[in-house]
């Protein structure tokens, strides 16, 4: 059986769970490297994968013999299939963050369920800490996220709008990685200002400022990095503003490391903003994984301890409305005593 899934049967025995049913698809491809539609079932002998018979060409040839998952065609499992799945099971495990309420009525209907119960994000919370394939995968991501940048520098020129720089990012993911893990943020000029901007028809001035906010997947890893660039001399209110965000940037390289508080780093950095007059609008960090956006979050309300080998984002911004905004980000690996910046693209202050 596949580590991952003996991990899940013994965190299930140690939680006197009997069954457990497995509906976030993303946890269905960290567990088993699935990538169809469908439920994994995990009864007290057997793993079991029910997915639609278009899938199951597909499904076939990503298992192995080792992974000891049984194929099912949804269309050829009776009523009586699936009650015999949990007879006599005390507990049953379902992804109460995840399903519906209709869906949870009609798995304990089928499934003829005692007692269903709610598991808590235990598979989010062990994809938190990523194994060497897992790292590798977003190295491997990160590593063409760096390449891209360079190949946008080389791309952007005056009079060229926030969408072609968007598409130019996009075809260059899609020639070399699997695509995007998000969809591109190009902002320019007074656009920046906005933190999840949506690259739009303006085009790039002289004198103009970009953030652009990026990144690919590789084997279903993301990579996820931002850099602010200028077109021209930027004003002395941007360089300051560019300044106080990379010593920032710099400042949480410094702090990330197993055991640290992302609470107590966050504070740190709201209060050094604070004190040059600006406010820390949104988390200064998220896991990264399968999904962009994972657990956990690093902000001032959320207090987690670091561990080694999650891999996370540091991504410090100052926006003045209206005007411009600067955002640095990094995809970053946690070490026993430090961390790893996987993102390298240079952070001095860029004019193009």
């Known amino acids: ?31 088993t490297k699935i990538d169809a539609e469908g ?39 009776s009523l009586d299939d699936y009650e015999n799945f949990f007879m006599f099971c005390e507990n049953v495990g379902f992804e ?14 089928i499934y003829k369920i005692n007692n269903f119960v709610e598991t808590e994000h235990i598979i989010e919370k062990q994809r938190m800490i990523k194994d060497e394939e897992e790292i590798n995968s977003i190295k491997k991501a ?3 996220t760096d390449e891209c940048f360079k190949n946008i520098l080389n791309y952007i020129k005056v009079g060229m709008t926030e969408k072609q720089i968007a598409k130019q990012i996009e075809d260059f993911y899609i020639e070399n990685a699997e695509g995007i893990s998000f969809e591109p943020i190009v902002a320019s000029g007074e656009n920046s200002s906005k933190p999840h901007a949506v690259p739009t028809d303006r085009k790039i001035q002289e004198q103009d400022i970009i953030t652009i906010d990026m990144g690919c997947k590789i084997n279903g890893y993301c990579s996820d990095m931002t850099r602010t660039i200028f077109v021209g001399e ?11 965000v990379l010593n920032n940037n710099k400042f949480v390289l410094s702090q990330y490391k197993e055991g640290a508080n992302t609470r107590q ?40 301890t670091l561990k080694e080998n999650m891999i996370i984002s540091d991504e410090p911004g100052i926006y003045i409305p209206g005007k411009f905004g600067v955002r ?5 690996q946690i070490t026993k005593f430090s961390c790893i910046s996987l993102t390298n693209s240079g952070k001095d202050l860029t004019i193009i």
């Open 142 to 144: 990160c590593n063409i």
């Open 39 to 77: 439920t994994l079932v995990i009864t007290p002998k057997e793993n079991v994968f029910i997915t639609d018979g278009r899938y199951i060409e597909h499904v076939h040839s990503i298992l192995t013999l080792f992974d000891e998952i049984i194929v099912y065609d949804i269309n050829d499992v």
């Open 1 to 31: 059986m596949n580590a991952k899934l003996q991990w899940l049967r013994n965190k299930m025995s140690s939680l006197n769970l009997q069954g457990i049913i497995i509906s976030n698809p993303v946890n269905i491809k960290y567990l």
């Open 96 to 109: 109460e963050n995840y399903i519906t309420y209709a869906k949870y009525k009609e798995y304990k209907r």
């Open 234 to 244: 930027p004003s002395e209110e941007m360089r300051k503003i560019y300044e106080i």
């Open 328 to 332: 640095i980000e990094d995809t970053v």
């Open 265 to 304: 780093i966050a504070k740190m950095v709201e209060n050094n903003f604070k004190l040059n007059g600006h406010n820390l609008i949104h988390g200064l960090g998220h896991g990264i994984g399968l999904e962009i956006h994972e657990t956990p979050k690093i902000n001032y309300k959320n207090d987690s």
